[in-house]
C-alpha cells in the first residue's frame, strides 16, 4: 500500500463552469480523486489523505499562501508518505513550484504540483492525466525533490523541475521548462529521461523559513517604461526582468525616466539594490548589460526570472546581512541553475 497526501488548493482543476463563468467548488477537489479510482485500475493499492488548506483561484495568490500552504504539508508530517501531490491553478504555478522547491530542498519524498487547463468536466481538460502522472512518478519511486507534470494540448506529458518551468505563454495554456528543456515525458505510463542535470547533484540541506518578503518590487522591461513611476518606499530590492538577450534600456538618449542606468543610481540613493534576470553567463554581452553592470546592477545568472524572484522574496525575508543574501541567491540549492 502506498500512502499519497494529496493537498488541494483551488484553481481550475479545483473549479466548475457555471453560467459562463468557472470558479472554484467544494466538491470538485475531491472529484479529482473519484475520477482518478474510475480510470487506473491499480487504484486499491494507493491510500490518499487530504488536505485543504486554501481554495483560492491561483490568479489571487500572493505569497503568505505558501507560507499556508508549506506549513499544512510540515502539519500533516510528509516524512510518513510516499509522495505529496498538491493542485493548483495554472496562471501562478510556476511561482507555487519554485517557492516550494527552494523550501523543500532536502526533501527525501518526491512533491507534484499537479494543474488543468480546464476544469475537470470539460472534455479537454488534462487535469487527470497529469494527476495519473505524479501519481506514477510516485508509484516508481523515480527521484525526489519538487516537480511538475503537465500534458499540453495534443503534445506528450512532460515532468518539468519546480525550478525550471516558465509561465505559460501568452494567449495560451501550454507550459514549458526554459529553454525546452524538460526533465522527463512520461508516456504508457513509462518516464524517459530528456535533459538530464548538467552536474552531479548532491543533497544539500539549507534550511530556511517559509518568510517570503513582502518588500521586493518586480519591473517587466517595456519600449518607453518610465522609471519616475515608481515609488521606492518600503523597497528593499527591486528585481528588473530582462529582454530574451539579458538587456534593458540603458541609454539617456529618451530621458533620464526611461534609462535603467539612472534609475539604478536612484535606487543606490534610497539604499536600494538592484537585480537583473533572466541572463545567461557568457564570455560577450551586450554594451548596455555591460553598462547596467557597472553602474552596480546585480545578474542573477543562469536562473528563470521567475526562480530568480521567489529566491529573493526567501532571501530577504530570511537574512538582513548582505553578504548572506547574495550566498544565498549565488547558491545553487536545488538545480535552479541552467
Excluded at 488548493?9 to 479545483?14: E, F, Q, R, S, V
Excluded at 510528509?78 to 530542498?105: K, M, R, W
Excluded at 540613493?269 to 548589460?289: E, N
Amino acid at each position: 500500500m502506498k500512502n499519497i497526501l494529496v493537498v488541494f488548493t483551488g484553481g481550475t482543476i479545483g473549479s466548475v463552469a457555471t453560467g459562463g463563468t468557472i470558479n472554484t467548488s467544494d466538491t470538485t477537489s475531491f472529484k479529482l480523486i473519484r475520477l482518478f479510482k474510475q480510470h487506473y485500475e491499480n487504484h486499491r493499492q494507493i491510500r490518499f489523505d487530504t488536505i485543504q488548506p486554501i481554495q483560492i483561484l491561483s490568479e489571487n495568490l500572493a505569497p503568505r499562501a505558501w507560507k499556508t500552504i508549506i506549513e499544512a504539508i510540515e502539519a500533516a508530517r510528509p516524512e510518513q508518505y510516499d509522495g505529496v501531490i498538491i493542485t493548483h491553478g495554472t496562471d501562478t504555478l510556476a511561482y507555487t513550484a519554485c517557492a516550494l522547491s527552494f523550501y523543500f530542498n532536502a526533501i527525501k519524498i518526491p512533491i507534484l504540483l499537479v494543474s488543468s487547463d480546464y476544469p475537470l468536466d470539460h472534455p479537454k481538460a488534462n487535469g487527470l492525466e497529469n494527476f495519473i502522472c505524479a501519481v506514477e512518478f510516485i508509484l516508481q519511486k523515480i527521484g525526489t525533490g519538487v516537480f511538475v507534470p503537465y500534458r499540453n494540448q495534443q503534445q506528450i506529458t512532460q515532468l518539468h523541475r519546480g525550478t525550471h518551468l516558465a509561465c505559460s505563454l501568452q494567449l495560451g495554456g501550454d507550459f514549458f521548462s526554459v529553454q525546452g528543456k524538460s526533465y522527463m515525458q512520461f508516456e504508457n505510463r513509462r518516464f524517459s529521461l530528456l535533459n538530464p542535470p548538467t552536474q552531479q547533484s548532491t543533497t544539500k540541506n539549507i534550511p530556511v523559513k517559509a518568510d517570503f518578503s513582502e518588500r521586493i518590487l518586480m519591473i517587466k522591461p517595456y519600449p518607453g517604461l518610465d522609471y519616475d513611476r515608481f515609488n521606492l518606499d518600503h523597497v528593499d530590492a527591486v528585481l528588473h526582468d530582462l529582454y530574451h538577450s539579458g538587456t534593458a534600456c540603458a541609454s539617456l538618449q529618451w530621458g533620464e525616466n526611461h534609462s535603467l542606468v539612472e534609475f539604478i543610481k536612484r535606487c543606490e540613493k534610497q539604499g536600494v539594490a538592484v537585480y537583473l534576470a533572466p541572463a545567461i553567463k557568457s564570455p560577450d554581452a551586450y554594451q548596455s548589460t555591460q553598462t547596467l553592470i557597472e553602474q552596480g546592477a546585480e545578474i542573477i545568472w543562469n536562473m528563470s526570472v521567475e526562480a530568480a524572484y521567489v529566491k529573493l522574496l526567501l532571501a530577504y525575508g530570511n537574512f538582513d546581512d548582505k553578504r548572506k543574501i547574495m550566498d544565498f541567491i549565488s547558491e545553487d540549492i536545488t538545480g535552479e541553475h541552467l
